[in-house]
């Protein structure tokens, strides 16, 4: 495998030699790699508290600009400090060669005969049809584990011209069936097959300890955020028991209750992660 910076791109995203268009795919962005919506993410919630809080200590109206801009300020600039994953903005398919680019524009080269798995990977769909659909790829590689997400349509087409290419990777399909590659059925050195099983594991074994470390992460922060709101809901409400109004600590606290909501049905995603490792582990015996 060569890994180049920028300045260097001449071999992962070159036109290829013999005439024939690749296959480019274009990856999306996780959304907590985009500026814009961690920028009012972090502004709209914390401007918020900030009001609510205001709400609690005094009864004044209206509410002064200072309590509304100083949060939001400070919001804005906490979810900016947030480190943007790393994610696949590009990957080309063609006859022999697999080029990537990532969001550091970091360019690498891989021949197809480094991968060792192919794998269709779900994962939580808002597109309004299953909640969990396939979502990403996954290529398993001598050199490291490479994920681009697709969506849908993209996932699907790139999956299937993965493993038309790779043809010595074994391929993992979007329900969790796992295909074993041709030459191994061919193949009378047992030891050279048990040491591509044993490779094969410890890739899976990694790339899905990533996966599930991430989302399982996603759904603490989310149930610790949603805990915390609806705690702060349970305080306002004890200092304003003497008033006619709650309204406040009620709004806080529904807004708890759904980021909690969101945050544990993150949990199925993980389950079925977990579910899918354990079932490809079992297979690669």
Same mark, same amino acid.
């Given at each position: 495998?060569?890994? #180049?910076?920028? #300045? ?12 024939? #268009? ?86 690498? +080269? ?25 979502? /990403? ?46 030459? =191994?059925?061919?193949?009378? /050195? ?20 990533? =996966? ?8 603490? +922060? ?8 609806? +705690? ?54």
């Amino acid at each position: 495998m060569k890994t #180049e910076e920028t #300045e260097n791109v001449s071999a992962a995203m070159a036109p290829p030699d013999n005439g024939t #268009e690749p296959l480019v795919y274009t990856g999306q962005a996780p959304w907590l790699a985009n500026i814009p919506i961690r920028l009012v993410v972090g502004a709209v919630v914390a401007g918020f508290a900030g009001t609510e809080i205001y709400k609690a200590v005094s009864t004044k109206l209206p509410i002064p600009w200072l309590w509304i801009i100083g949060p939001a300020v400070v919001g804005a600039a906490a979810a900016c400090l947030v480190p943007r994953p790393r994610w696949i903005r590009a990957l080309r398919i063609e006859s022999g060669e697999i080029g990537i680019r990532d969001s550091r524009n970091t360019r690498t +080269a891989l021949q197809t005969d480094d991968v060792l798995l192919v794998a269709g990977v779900k994962g939580p769909s808002f597109d309004g049809g299953d909640l969990v659909a396939p979502q /990403s790829v996954h290529l398993m590689t001598t050199q490291g584990n490479f994920r681009i997400k697709l969506g849908y349509d993209g996932a699907k087409h790139c999956y299937d011209n993965a493993i038309q290419h790779c043809h010595l990777a074994a391929h993992l399909d979007f329900s969790g069936t796992l295909h074993k590659p041709d030459w =191994m059925e061919a193949s009378e /050195s047992h030891a050279d097959t048990q040491a591509w099983m044993q490779d094969v594991r410890s890739m899976v074994k990694s790339a899905y300890r990533s =996966m599930i470390s991430q989302a399982f992460g996603a759904m603490f +922060a989310l149930v610790l955020l949603g805990c915390g709101l609806i +705690a702060g809901a349970v305080v306002m409400g004890m200092q304003q028991s003497g008033s006619s109004s709650h309204r406040g600590p009620i709004k806080l606290g529904i807004l708890g209750f759904i980021v909690v909501v969101v945050g544990l049905g993150l949990a199925g995603y993980v389950f079925s992660l977990q579910r899918q490792k354990s079932r490809l582990l079992r297979e690669l015996v």
